[in-house]
Nanobody, 118 residues
Framework: QVQLVESGGGLVQPGGSLRLSCAAS????????MGWYRQAPGKQRELVAF?????????ADSVKGRFTISRTRDNAKNTVYLQMNSLKPEDTAVYYC??????????WGQGTQVTVSA
């Protein structure tokens, strides 16, 4: 069964931190690189961070130096994290995790809402 469950979002003040988690079930997540995407109201979904081979990481310029992606693999269970520091109002969005590139994605989870506001 292919399933993605994101969690950890919430309301935070500017400058605050959140840690997002993604539980990914299914072999597709074991064999592919993973990333975090976000979609703000009225905007297209964008890739903000991804991890290759569980080690090499890449970030969008807008989050570089503030976000950190990591991943753990335990047999068939994959968990992807996104540590978000120094959050800004423009980080407000629904955050999703999935395979990279997104063209390989079969399903999308519900996402987790992150709202940065005073």
């Amino acid at each position: 069964q292919v399933q993605l469950v994101e969690s950890g979002g919430g309301l935070v003040q500017p400058g605050g931190s959140l840690r997002l988690s993604c539980a990914a079930s299914g072999s597709i997540f074991s064999i592919n690189d993973m990333g975090w995407y976000r979609q703000a109201p009225g905007k297209q979904r964008e890739l903000v961070a991804f991890i290759i081979g569980g080690v090499s990481t890449t970030y969008a310029d807008s989050v570089k130096g503030r976000f950190t992606i990591s991943r753990t693999r335990d047999n068939a269970k994959n968990t992807v994290y996104l540590q978000m520091n120094s959050l800004k109002p423009e980080d407000t969005a629904v955050y999703y995790c999935n395979v990279v590139p997104s063209s390989l994605a079969r399903v999308w989870g519900q996402g987790t809402q992150v709202t940065v506001s005073a």
